[in-house]
C-alpha cells in the first residue's frame, strides 16, 4: 500500500496548479496521470488569470511572457488576444516590414494567404516566403518531426533566414510554430543573432508543439517540486460510506494494480481529451463512478434530449461543452449529484459548468486545494 497526504488525478494544467500549490503548503503529493490530454493542445496563447505558482514555474522554463504585445497570428488568418503566450509566439508581432515565412512540405502554413489576412487585419504590409530544408521527407514534414529536426541542427534554417532577411529587408520574420520541443528559446536566441532580425512563431493548429512544450514545462515543474509522479491511470476507488480509502492505480509498465491510500483526493482529468468523462452507451465518470450533468439545464446528461446537447444552430456554447461531475461549495464530489464524499474534490474541466481554457483551469485547481484544506 502507497501512502501520500494527497493524491491527484489527472496531469493537466488543473492537476499540476493543485500539485504545486499543496507542495507549497507543506502536503505530500503524488500525480496519477495517463496520457497528455487537452493542455497537450495548447495554440501558445491562453485567457484568464494564471496562478502564481504555475506563472512563475513557466516563465522560469522561458514559456510565458505575461505581457503580450497585441494580438498574436493564428494560422486560421485571425489575430487572437490573449492575457498570457509563450514567448516565441509574444515575439510574432504582425507590423509593417515583417515576413512570414513557411517551410516547403509544411502545408497547413500558407505564408502568402496568411500575411495577406493577418496584415488585412491588422493594417499592416507583410511579406512573405518560403524556404526549403535539406533532406525534406517526400510526403512532406510532420510538425513533431520537423520541430525535432530544427532542434537536432538550428543551422539550415539560420542559413535559410538569413537570406530571407537579406532579400526582402524585413523587420521582423514570423514563423510556423516549430522551433524545437525543448529548446525553444535558445534556437529563437541564435536565429535572431544569425538574421539580425527579431524571430517568433505563429500560434499553432493540432497537433502541436507549443502544447507539447507547455505539457513538458509542466512536468518538469511537479519533478522541481517533488511531487511524485506516476504514469498509469487510476482503475478503480474503493468507497466506504461517504470516504474514498484506497485508489487502486495501474502503472505504465505493470498488469496488476496497486493500492495507493491518501488523506485526500483531488479528481482534475479534464473532459473528453484527457479522459474525465467517458461514453459506453451513458456518459459516466470513470473513477469514482459520479454522475454526469449538464448543469446550466439542471439535468444528468442522460436525461437531456439529444437534439439540445447538439443542436447546430445556437448563440451560446453547446452543452456538451459544459457537462460534467458535481461538486459542493467547498469543491467535493457528488457521486450521485446530492450527497458529496468528504475527502475527494474535483477541479478543471471535470466539473460542469467549467469552460475550457488553461487559466480557468488553473485557477480552479489552486481554489480547490485552498478550499480543501480549510475544511
Not at 504555475?54 to 505575461?66: S, Y
Not at 510538425?143 to 521582423?172: N, W
Not at 478503480?236 to 491518501?262: F, H, K, L, M, N
Not at 437531456?304 to 464530489?333: F, I, K, M, N, Y
Request: glycine content about 10%; aromatic content about 4%; some cysteine.
Amino acid at each position: 500500500m502507497q501512502r501520500t497526504d494527497l493524491l491527484v488525478i489527472g496531469g493537466g494544467i488543473a492537476a499540476v496548479a493543485a500539485a504545486l500549490e499543496a507542495r507549497a503548503r507543506g502536503l505530500g503529493v503524488t500525480v496519477v496521470k495517463r496520457a497528455p490530454g487537452a493542455t497537450a493542445l495548447s495554440h501558445g496563447g491562453w485567457a484568464g488569470p494564471l496562478p502564481e505558482r504555475i506563472a512563475h514555474a513557466l516563465v522560469q522554463q522561458h514559456l510565458v511572457h505575461v505581457d503580450p504585445s497585441g494580438p498574436l497570428p493564428h494560422p486560421d488568418g485571425e489575430l487572437r488576444t490573449y492575457d498570457f503566450a509563450a514567448a516565441s509566439h509574444a515575439a510574432a508581432r504582425v507590423e509593417t516590414g515583417a515576413c512570414v515565412v513557411g517551410i516547403e512540405g509544411l502545408p497547413a502554413f500558407r505564408p502568402t494567404a496568411l500575411a495577406r489576412m493577418w496584415g488585412d487585419a491588422a493594417g499592416a504590409e507583410l511579406a512573405s516566403d518560403v524556404i526549403r530544408l535539406p533532406d525534406t521527407p517526400a510526403t512532406g514534414w510532420a510538425p513533431l518531426a520537423l520541430a525535432r529536426a530544427v532542434e537536432l541542427d538550428p543551422a539550415p534554417l539560420e542559413a535559410a533566414l538569413r537570406d530571407v532577411a537579406e532579400r526582402t529587408r524585413c523587420t521582423r520574420i514570423i514563423l510556423p510554430a516549430v522551433l524545437g520541443v525543448d529548446s525553444t528559446a535558445q534556437i529563437r536566441e541564435r536565429l535572431e543573432t544569425g538574421t539580425g532580425v527579431p524571430a517568433g512563431e505563429a500560434l499553432a493548429v493540432t497537433p502541436s508543439i507549443p502544447g507539447w512544450r507547455l505539457q513538458r514545462a509542466l512536468d518538469r515543474a511537479l519533478a522541481e517540486a517533488r511531487v511524485n509522479v506516476v504514469d498509469g491511470r487510476v482503475a478503480d476507488a474503493t468507497i466506504e460510506r461517504d470516504r474514498c480509502s484506497s485508489v487502486a492505480v495501474v502503472r505504465a509498465d505493470a498488469d496488476r494494480p496497486e493500492q495507493y491510500q491518501a488523506e485526500r483526493y483531488l479528481l482534475a482529468t479534464g473532459r473528453y481529451v484527457g479522459g474525465g468523462i467517458v461514453a459506453d452507451r451513458v456518459f459516466a465518470e470513470p473513477v469514482f463512478g459520479a454522475a454526469v450533468w449538464v448543469d446550466h439545464l439542471g439535468e444528468r446528461f442522460e436525461e437531456v434530449d439529444p437534439v439540445v446537447l447538439t443542436d447546430p444552430v445556437r448563440l451560446e456554447e453547446q452543452p456538451l461543452l459544459r457537462a460534467g461531475v458535481r461538486v459542493d461549495s467547498a469543491h467535493r464530489l457528488k457521486r450521485d449529484g446530492a450527497d458529496a464524499l468528504a475527502n475527494v474534490w474535483a477541479a478543471g474541466c471535470v466539473r460542469a459548468g467549467v469552460p475550457g481554457g488553461l487559466g480557468t483551469a488553473a485557477e480552479d485547481g489552486v481554489r480547490a486545494v485552498t478550499l480543501m484544506l480549510e475544511a
